[in-house]
């Protein structure tokens, strides 16, 4: 609601997130420094409804407050090497030993490392709805960046491997940016997964911002993950 009455986003595209976060729809927050992805991460983090569900959020500086909004919650923080150089606690360890918590939800502050295959994994492992955010200038350079640090990664897979688990874990990314005159921070676009071209991944955009007013607008296409919202009992259509 604050980001609503804020403009960062409209009533219709806040509806159609919460109700895509509240049923399980996996979603990378992407946009530049300065942008609002911790904010708006933190909102969708807080629109999970499920009493039962189990979130573990994994960051290298808290700046995550669902532990105060959740009821079920477990923060994780990354530590750096003390002055003999050890000790330290890497993302990429955090989040394969959250698997082990047995958490429903994986929240991850952000991705930009070797960790992007192993929140991958997670995704493709039956924790649906999980979350991250990654710099990015836009919703393809931020899945074309997410693939280029899963490939960082010491399994060194192939590019085509690491698009397929990519194609299959991400439904949603959603696009931040701050607009240098105003200062307003904007949802520029909702971006929607939809599968594989030859050796990329393709997507539509759901929402995209219009006019010299900057206004963020149905593309008119109805998402294909649409018929899930529907069969868990949260219902998105045009104009709702």
């Known amino acids: 609601d604050d980001l609503v009455a804020l403009g960062t986003l409209t009533t219709e595209a806040a509806a159609f997130l919460e109700a895509a ?46 532990e105060s909004m959740l009821p079920d919650c477990v923060g994780l923080q990354a530590r750096l090497p003390n002055v003999e150089g050890v000790g330290s606690v890497s993302i990429r360890s955090l989040v394969k030993n959250s698997l082990r918590m047995r958490p429903t939800r994986i929240i991850v502050g952000e991705v930009r490392g070797a960790e992007a295959l192993d929140m991958l994994s997670a995704m493709n492992s039956g924790h649906d709805g999980s979350m991250c955010t990654i710099h990015a200038n836009g919703p393809r350079q931020a899945l074309s960046k ?52 030859q050796d990329a991944v393709a997507g539509s955009e759901l929402f995209a911002l219009v006019g010299e007013g900057l206004l963020l607008q149905w593309a008119g296409i109805r998402p294909r993950c649409a018929g899930r919202l529907d069969g868990r009992g949260f219902p998105w259509e045009r104009g709702q």
């Open 21 to 66: 976060v509240q049923a399980g729809i996996n979603v990378i927050i992407s946009g530049g420094t300065g942008s609002g992805k911790t904010t708006c991460l933190n909102a969708l983090g807080a629109s999970i409804g499920g009493a039962q569900e189990r979130v573990v959020t994994i960051e290298e500086t808290a700046e995550l407050q669902l």
């Open 146 to 197: 997410l693939r280029t640090y899963a490939m960082m990664a010491e399994e060194a897979l192939p590019a085509v491997a690491v698009t397929e688990m990519i194609a299959e874990a991400i439904d949603l990314v959603v696009h931040l940016r701050l607009e240098p005159g105003s200062g307003r921070r904007l949802v520029a676009s909702v971006y929607e997964v939809t599968g594989m071209e």
